[in-house]
């Protein structure tokens, strides 16, 4: 998924190209595993470290989850992503 996504920040477009040329990106479970969430593009976003912790510990308010997107508000700034 960090490859088929050009491990770029589906929030803010960041890319962190590593010393040894790698990129470097996370994936965040928007239903985590732990209450059933599944290792899916519908339910995996790929986050740079800063907005991968926003999503974590933020205030989300208005979440909406589609089959082909995703929105969420986070103290108080809207993200929609594509979940294809």
Avoid at 5 to 32: M, V, W
Avoid at 71 to 80: A, R
């Amino acid at each position: 998924m960090k490859k088929y996504r050009d491990y770029k920040c589906q929030f803010c477009s960041t890319t962190i190209l590593k010393a040894n040329g790698e990129y470097y990106i996370e994936a965040s479970h928007i239903s985590p595993k732990s209450e059933g969430g599944k290792d899916s593009f519908d339910n995996i976003l790929i986050l740079c470290p800063n907005c991968h912790k926003l999503f974590d510990y933020g205030k989300r308010s208005n979440e909406k989850k589609l089959e082909a997107f995703y929105c969420v508000t986070i103290n108080d700034k809207t993200y929609e992503v594509s979940l294809r």
